[in-house]
């Protein structure tokens, strides 16, 4: 999955899909530039929407610094998921 994280209405259709797709253990990687200019989204804000939920281990690694940087989002399906934690503004 690649190029899907310039939007932030979309996280919740992204982290929901996946949820139901992957099986405990399973894991998902997606591509993206770190931030998007102009349109919104980047990945810190995904990794914190679904940090957040409390389904997945995220992990992220620098996939080009080059540029325009990109990484990849690592998301690793829990086995248990964790309560889903209230975002504090």
């Not at 998902?28 to 990945?43: D, E, L, Q, R, T």
């Not at 690694?61 to 399906?77: H, S």
């Amino acid at each position: 999955m690649s190029e899907t994280l310039y939007n932030p209405d979309m996280y919740s259709v992204i982290h929901d899909v996946l949820s139901q797709l992957l099986l405990p253990n399973g894991t998902a990687i997606i591509a993206a530039k770190s931030y998007y200019f102009g349109v919104g989204g980047s990945i810190a804000e995904f990794c914190h929407f679904v940090e957040q939920k409390g389904v997945f281990a995220v992990e992220t690694e620098i996939a080009n610094d080059e540029g325009v940087r990109r990484e990849l989002v690592i998301l690793n399906k829990l086995t248990q998921p964790t309560p889903e934690v209230s975002p504090t503004r």
